[in-house]
Every structure is written in structure tokens, then in C-alpha cells.
């Protein structure tokens, strides 16, 4: 199993310009997350998609929207990035969001750079 | 809201003992999580506790679990400079809300 797998790994964007984070699991898992990960800041959830077919936002959802794809794949879409949105992105997942152990798992992150 | 907070740093020399420690406001949370990030890397599962424990063991690690006082520690015994890396107390699981809250991470270095 290769677990939570993002692309790319790295971007750099002019402001202004979109891009779509892609994030794949191959663990049957229901829930999937996107975070933000600033310094001194911890993560911070963007949005979340408790099941296929449902999104809600988080903490910090302004200037993103998602698409759950599927089961295995939720993306993160910037329609027009700014500076503020320089940050290491975090997808997640885990196998369920209604209570109980909460166990998430990580893809490697992706480094975006807004200029 | 709820929150969650950490010291930011801590160093310690190797073979020494580490704690780590952190807070949080939720009285309602089910369960309280340690992750590890390693640099250049995603976050990874350490341990976790469930709420009504007080004290879980494996291996090198002890998590200690105070619910009066909402603190949360993990003590790495025998530290080794493989165990440096940023270090994420969070908490979650109780019915009806959705992922986790972190804290802002405590940055750990193992002096040889």
C-alpha cells in the first residue's frame, strides 16, 4: 500500500494563477482532510470531506474549494492564489469521522510558494 | 474553540529523557494524539490515549494523561538523535466533530 499519496511535491505560483493539489489513499479509508501547515501555527484544517459525495469546511477554507472525487481521491483547488496562501499543504485520511479513535494518516506534503 | 498548545522547543542530550507537554480546552475530547514530523516529511503517528486512561506505555515512550488539569505529556526515554523532529499534541474523536485539533508542534533536538 503506498497510503496517502499527494502530487506535486513542490509549485510555485505568480498570484493570481490556480492549481489543483491532487491526494489519492489506497487504505478504503471514508474521511479525508486537507491541511495547512504554517510556522508556529501547527495545522490548520481547510476542509474536510467526512464520506464520499460530502465536503465541509474548516478552520481556514477562504480562498479554497474541494472535489471529492471519489472514495480514494480529494483534491484542493486555489482559483486565484495569493501570497497568504504560501504554506506546506497536508492531505489526510482516516477511516472514520463520526467519533471514536481518529486515527489520521499523512501524505508527504506539498510545498507551494505563491509569489 | 477548542485549542491546544506546546512549548516550542526543547533540547536535550542524548541518552537524556524528553518530555514534552501540552494543553488543551476540550473537556469533551475522546482522544488525545502524539505525532511526529520529521523534516521534509508528512506527520506520523506516535501514540495515542484514550480519555479516560492515565497513563499508556510503549516502548520508549510514556504518555501520561492528567483530565482535571488538561495536560497530556509524552516522555521519550533514552533519546536518540533519530527522535529530533517537530513533535504534535491533538486531540479529537468526541461524536459530531469532525478531525482533529493540533497544536503548533515543539521542535526537539537531541544533542550528542
Known amino acids: 500500500n503506498a497510503g496517502v499519496t499527494q502530487t506535486p511535491k513542490f509549485q510555485v505560483l505568480k498570484t493570481g494563477q490556480s492549481m489543483t493539489l491532487q491526494c489519492a489513499q489506497d487504505m478504503n479509508h471514508n474521511s479525508m482532510y486537507w491541511y495547512r501547515q504554517d510556522p508556529g501555527m501547527g495545522l490548520r484544517l481547510i476542509y474536510y470531506?467526512?464520506?464520499?459525495?460530502?465536503?465541509d469546511k474548516g478552520e481556514v477554507p477562504n480562498g479554497y474549494n474541494v472535489s471529492r472525487l471519489n472514495k480514494r481521491e480529494f483534491s484542493l483547488r486555489l482559483e486565484s492564489a495569493a501570497p497568504s496562501q504560501t504554506s506546506v499543504y497536508f492531505c489526510a485520511s482516516s477511516y472514520s469521522a463520526t467519533g471514536g479513535r481518529e486515527t489520521q494518516y499523512f501524505g508527504p506534503g506539498t510545498r507551494l510558494l505563491v509569489l | 474553540g477548542e485549542d491546544v498548545e506546546q512549548s516550542l522547543f526543547l533540547s536535550v542530550r542524548e541518552g537524556d529523557s524528553s518530555v514534552i507537554n501540552c494543553t488543551y480546552t476540550d473537556s469533551s475530547s475522546t482522544y488525545l494524539y502524539w505525532y511526529k514530523q520529521e523534516p521534509g516529511a508528512g506527520l506520523q503517528l506516535l501514540t495515542y490515549?484514550?480519555?479516560?486512561?492515565d497513563m499508556k506505555q510503549d516502548q520508549r515512550l510514556t504518555v501520561l494523561l492528567n483530565k482535571k488539569d488538561k495536560h497530556l505529556s509524552l516522555r521519550i526515554a533514552d533519546t536518540q538523535t533519530g527522535d529530533s523532529a517537530i513533535y504534535f499534541c491533538?486531540?479529537?474523536?468526541?461524536?459530531?466533530?469532525?478531525?482533529?485539533?493540533f497544536g503548533s508542534g515543539t521542535r526537539l533536538q537531541v544533542q550528542p
Open positions: 490515549i484514550f480519555s479516560n486512561m
Open positions: 470531506s467526512a464520506s464520499e459525495g460530502t465536503t
Open positions: 491533538a486531540e479529537g474523536g468526541d461524536t459530531g466533530r469532525r478531525a482533529l485539533t
